[in-house]
């Protein structure tokens, strides 16, 4: 199930239109939603894309269709409204995903040399990038009512402190001891590959979270 990039960024920024109530007026039950269109024809979708390799964009008919079904779930009058579990299931569905394949992917490279580590760990934030864009784009009626109501991360900003508690956490210490030897080597006159240097910075300057202090904690100590 992989798609033209193409066709999807023609109908990316532009976000779908609902009325209030679905539209064969049936209420959606969480479980029914969940597994059969956002964890069926996104989430699945989307980590094996991610896994493979394999372009990771959806048609703007598939997009909409996981859209609407997210819409229809959190406009849905109580009991049926379903917006707490989803912003649940969408954190929960990240902090799986980097549990059970990003960390033992990482853990897999530690001890074959720094290079190594830190190539991985820039496909692993890579990867992660894309699937937290398309998390928040798949639940973004989210973000637009149910976040601003409670006071909650974002889900950009949910994404980001996952990938943080989940991955950076567990690595720091191997992948900055590696940037360090770069470092090193390139001082004493051999050539490092800088630009990978650069993603790994950039990944410490995230985990800030809007702030430095990652980067100057972690990398600078």
């Keep these: 199930a992989r798609y033209s990039r193409r066709q999807t960024n023609e109908h990316q920024h532009s976000q779908p239109t609902m009325s209030s109530s679905n539209a064969n007026g049936n209420i959606i039950q969480l479980e029914d939603g969940w597994n059969n269109v956002i964890k069926k024809g996104a989430i699945d ?14 048609v703007p008919a598939e997009y909409i269709r996981i859209y609407t079904t997210c819409y229809d779930m959190c406009t849905q009058r109580s009991p049926y ?22 960390l033992p992917a990482l853990e897999n490279k530690t001890g074959q040399g720094g290079t190594i580590l830190l190539n991985e760990l820039k496909h692993r934030w890579s990867n992660h990038q894309i699937m937290n864009k398309w998390m928040q784009r798949f639940f973004s009626y989210l973000d637009r009512y149910y976040v601003k109501h409670h006071s909650l991360p974002t889900l950009e900003q949910a994404g980001l402190s996952h990938f943080k508690t989940e991955i950076y956490m567990h690595v720091k210490d191997n992948s900055t001891s590696a940037i360090i030897s770069l470092i090193d080597e390139e001082r004493e006159g051999e050539i490092i590959e800088k630009t990978l240097v650069k993603s790994i910075v950039e990944l410490y300057e995230s985990m800030g979270m809007g702030d430095l202090n990652s980067y100057t904690n972690d990398l600078e100590q």
């Design 45 to 58: 979708v989307l980590e094996a894309a991610l896994d493979d390799g394999f372009d990771t964009s959806f």
């Design 81 to 102: 409204n379903w917006s707490r579990d989803l912003y649940q299931r969408h954190g929960e569905t990240i902090e799986q995903y980097l549990r059970t394949t990003v």
